[in-house]
Nanobody
């Protein structure tokens, strides 16, 4: 079993910054893609940014130039630095990881989600 624990959400004024962190733990052999998704009452959960183990990042157009995703593969963590925040960035942010779990000799690929952290950007 694998657990993802998120931290770093909160309330910030427009133009401010927040940093989200997510740490994966458990029976992890390796992790493929790690990323962040956002969900609001009006929209289903959608990708914000993700990154492969090799470091290739992918961002939704709305956050390009403002958000930066980074990983520490040794610590199984992923961070989302969010700058110049806008009210439309408000939502619950979820960490997701595609995890090879088990042992080196026998592992299976499964996706895990964190519990979510609220980000609220006020005018």
């Amino acid at each position: 079993q694998v657990q993802l624990v998120e931290s770093g959400g909160g309330l910030v004024q427009a133009g401010g910054s927040l940093r989200l962190s997510c740490a994966a733990s458990g029976s992890i052999v390796s992790i493929g893609v790690m990323g962040w998704y956002r969900q609001t009452p009006a929209q289903q959960r959608e990708l914000v940014a993700d990154q492969t183990a090799g470091g290739s990042g992918n961002y939704v157009d709305a956050v390009k130039g403002r958000f930066t995703i980074s990983r520490d593969n040794d610590r199984n963590t992923v961070t989302l630095q969010m700058n110049n925040l806008k009210p439309e960035d408000t939502g619950v942010y979820y960490c997701k990881a595609d995890v090879w779990e088990g042992t080196t000799w026998s592992s299976t690929l499964k996706s895990y989600w964190g519990q979510g952290t609220q980000v609220t950007v006020s005018l």
